[in-house]
């Protein structure tokens, strides 16, 4: 069992910049891969962008290329999404998500794959 608990998020407006954090805890961080997901209201859940658990690749929406960025800290069994130049159309709720499955099982962008969702803080960009 892992449990994910986000922080960050909040209202910024256009061409800001905000940075999520998902803490991690119940099992060894390291051999999970992880992603952010967001959902915005009337949509459905999309991906953002994902850290591959153990080669070390990242993978981003061709929507946030460029203008986010994943990280993690296995140290702190913690991963991180930046976000910069943001805009009204990244409104939406951001979750953080883990999963132990292979490739073999679903792609990496892909929400199947994925075992474990936080809750997801809201993040609203105003024009």
């Known amino acids: 069992q892992v449990q994910l608990v986000e922080s960050g998020g909040g209202l910024v407006q256009a061409g800001g910049s905000l940075r999520l954090s998902c803490a991690a805890s119940?099992?060894?961080?390291?051999?999970?891969?992880m992603a952010w997901f967001r959902q915005a209201p009337g949509k459905e859940r999309e991906f953002v962008a994902a850290s591959a658990r153990s080669s070390g690749f990242i993978y981003y929406a061709d929507s946030v290329q460029g203008r986010f960025t994943i990280s993690r800290d296995n140290t702190r069994d913690e991963i991180y999404l930046q976000m910069n130049s943001l805009k009204p159309k990244d409104t939406a709720v951001y979750s953080c998500?883990?999963?132990?499955?292979?490739?073999?099982?679903?792609?990496?962008?892909?929400?199947?794959?994925?075992?474990?969702w936080g809750q997801g803080p809201q993040v609203t960009v105003s024009s």
């Open positions: 998500a883990a999963s132990i499955r292979g490739s073999s099982y679903a792609s990496i962008t892909a929400l199947r794959r994925y075992d474990y």
């Open positions: 119940g099992r060894t961080f390291s051999t999970y891969a």
